[in-house]
């Protein structure tokens, strides 16, 4: 948990109680969550919790690197915890069985930085799998 902590402060946000059970959700599930998901968990520990408070939660943690972006089939906003806390360059794998989230720094478009006479600006990159304990 410090190391989130540090990095809202470094950001400079607050650190607030909504922001830090948020965190706390997704340590303490290990996988990846829907904001309706991470409401009803909220709702349970706060009186007043709004679903679009959540939601600008969700991405004031994402734009800082706590969270990351899932995408998933079902054509719903999914996050899950960056736990690769370092600032380099990786992407995340889920797992499609159990959602598990793991970072990943293997990356096809290292130092590209034109594709077809594209100046490339940004990339989005995730792969989906089955981890070793839903194999087993």
Known sequence: MNYYIEALKDKGLKITPRRKSIIDVFIDCGTHLTPEEVWNQLSKEFDKCGLPSVYRNLEVLTECGILTRIQQFDRKKHYGLCTAHHDYHHHHITCIHCGKVEEISDCAMNNKQKI????????????????KECVK
Do not use: A, D, P
């Open 116 to 131: 077809k006479g594209y100046k490339v600006i940004s990339h989005f990159m995730q792969v989906n799998g089955i981890c």
